[in-house]
């Protein structure tokens, strides 16, 4: 199976926090991979990258704030997400990114819906 498989959404209250867990045994080794979000009305976006030597890439909004690891054993990308706001409510995909830039390749899963609200 190509595509990854996301869990660990749902509703928390701001400030709260979250771990997502990403199956990606079909596409772990390409390069690297990354957490993706697309919050209602807006466009997909990039969260947060990993590559295979472990380095990360984090967006701006996100610094600080969010932890993106990967278990190489399993096959499997988490996010760790501290100090929730609003602004995080979307859906969350993982994917396989050609490099820390996050260019994505084309396999999408269903995602995880993460809100934010009190």
């Known amino acids: 199976q190509m595509q990854p498989v996301e869990s660990g959404g749902g509703l928390v209250q701001p400030g709260g926090s979250l771990t997502l867990s990403c199956e990606a045994s079909g596409i772990f080794g390409l390069n690297a991979m990354a957490w993706y979000r697309q919050a209602p009305g807006k466009r997909r976006e990039l969260v947060a990258v990993?590559?295979?030597?472990?380095?990360?890439n984090y967006k701006d909004p996100v610094k600080g704030r969010f932890t993106i690891s990967r278990d190489n054993s399993k096959m499997v990308v988490y996010l760790q997400m501290n100090n929730l706001t609003p602004d995080d409510t979307g859906v969350y995909y993982c994917?396989?990114?050609?490099?820390?830039?996050?260019?994505?390749?084309?396999?999408w899963g269903q995602g995880t819906q993460v809100t934010v609200s009190s």
């Open positions: 994917n396989a990114a050609r490099g820390l830039n996050g260019a994505p390749y084309n396999y």
């Open positions: 990993i590559n295979r030597d472990g380095y990360t």
